[in-house]
């Protein structure tokens, strides 16, 4: 990353969440109802601390309790100002792309033009024959639902025939945006395919960052700037997030993070024929890899790491991930507001400002 064109200002500082079913006081899991209700207070809070984008994943299964992110952004809409609103991600292959244009255009009213939909094929499967798709056109799906969603953005009469939706012609959609354009990302899990098709669209590129080095991501952030040059589309500033956790201490993150940490992954892993986290590959991520788990400054100085080594224009920290209590993750963001995030912005214009002086 060339120093003199960082500006530490204008890098975005998110928070991502799934909608994970936290525990109460008493080690209880809490309904469905009041996880959803949870995540609203804790984006509020987010938003009064100056946290700049909160992102709801897509999901339908039992310990998430989000499956319509839109929904919740809206009532986060209501009771916030500045935060912006997004998806993370929203499953457009098991979706209609009209509808969810509509949708994120509606939330955009709602919030003053703060709607940014993250688009991807999500990391499971549960929506498709939930909605009655097909897993054999996994890629057909995303492919021509992407290509109908991009036509949609430009917000006037859409002509668009394919294989998987009924055919448009000259149809036109509604609400428009005050502004003209949704804000629009793609979420990628390191496919060189997925890149090059963000890049060809000209949409932004959020990477997901969830295990290993984040440095291994650089040659996807350098894929999409080149291939942005060469199909003359506009390089927007990558996004990146990744899991983590905050509290006062690294000792009392870790020991509140990680039992919840390890049930879910061994769960998902159990699908996926990962085996059992072992406590030393989790705690070799939390020192080198992509968990950004710890006291503030502990977070703090390995995000700005990342943000440095990649050269991304936003960080979103998935702030929870398993059932950890609802009163540790209200205070996890609110260290991050008030404490990870300046002094993320202070690391990093140390980093620019140094090089400079030397000179």
């Known amino acids: 990353m060339d120093a003199s064109d960082f500006k530490p200002d204008d890098v975005v500082f998110g928070l991502d969440n799934f909608g994970d079913v936290p525990e109460d006081g008493a080690g209880n899991l809490v309904s469905q109802a009041v996880a959803i209700r949870q995540v609203v207070e804790e984006a509020v809070l987010a938003d009064q601390l100056g946290v700049d984008a909160i992102a709801l994943g897509e999901h339908h299964r039992p310990e998430y309790s989000i499956s319509t992110p839109e929904t919740v952004l809206a009532a986060i809409a209501s009771r916030t100002s500045r935060i912006r609103l997004g998806s993370g991600v929203t499953v457009l292959s098991s979706d209609?792309?009209?509808?969810?244009?509509?949708?994120?255009?509606?939330?955009?009213?709602?919030?003053?033009?703060?709607?940014?939909?993250?688009?991807?094929?999500?990391?499971?499967?549960?929506?498709?024959p939930l909605f009655g798709y097909d897993l054999a056109d996994y890629e057909v799906l995303f492919e021509e639902k992407l290509d109908l969603f991009v036509k949609l953005l430009d917000e006037g009469p859409v002509s668009w025939s394919g294989t998987?939706?009924?055919?448009?012609?000259?149809?036109?959609?509604?609400?428009?945006?005050e502004s003209g354009q949704l804000k629009t990302w793609v979420g990628v899990g390191g496919s060189p395919q997925s890149v090059i098709r963000t890049a060809r669209h000209g949409l932004r590129l959020m990477l997901a960052i969830i295990g290993g080095a984040p440095e291994r991501f650089a040659p996807y952030v350098d894929l999409y700037r080149?291939?942005?040059?060469?199909?003359?589309?506009?390089?927007?500033?990558?996004?990146?997030?990744?899991p983590g956790f905050v509290a006062d201490t690294d000792a009392e993150a870790v020991e509140v993070f990680y039992p919840s940490y390890k049930v879910q992954r061994?769960?998902?892993?159990?699908l996926r024929g990962w085996p059992p986290?072992?406590?030393?590959e989790f705690d070799a991520d939390v020192a080198h890899g992509s968990l950004y788990v710890g006291s503030p400054e502990?977070?703090?100085?390995?995000m700005?790491?990342?943000?440095?080594?990649?050269?991304?224009?936003r960080f979103d920290l998935i702030?929870?991930?398993?059932?950890?209590?609802?009163?540790?993750?209200?205070?996890?963001?609110?260290?991050?507001?008030?404490?990870?995030?300046?002094?993320?912005?202070?690391?990093?214009?140390?980093?620019?400002?140094?090089?400079?002086?030397?000179?």
């Open 226 to 242: 080149r291939a942005t040059e060469e199909l003359g589309t506009t390089a927007h500033p990558v996004g990146m997030h990744s």
């Open 319 to 359: 702030y929870s991930a398993g059932s950890q209590p609802a009163t540790a993750r209200l205070r996890a963001v609110e260290l991050y507001g008030s404490e990870v995030v300046p002094l993320v912005r202070e690391l990093l214009g140390a980093s620019v400002a140094e090089p400079a002086a030397s000179r």
């Open 96 to 128: 209609d792309p009209v509808r969810v244009f509509q949708r994120f255009a509606t939330l955009d009213a709602l919030s003053g033009g703060r709607a940014e939909p993250i688009l991807g094929r999500g990391s499971f499967t549960e929506s498709f």
């Open 164 to 177: 998987t939706r009924a055919a448009l012609v000259d149809a036109d959609v509604f609400p428009k945006t």
């Open 298 to 302: 502990t977070v703090a100085r390995k």
């Open 304 to 313: 700005a790491r990342a943000i440095e080594a990649l050269g991304v224009g």
């Open 277 to 280: 986290l072992r406590r030393e």
């Open 266 to 270: 061994d769960r998902i892993g159990a």
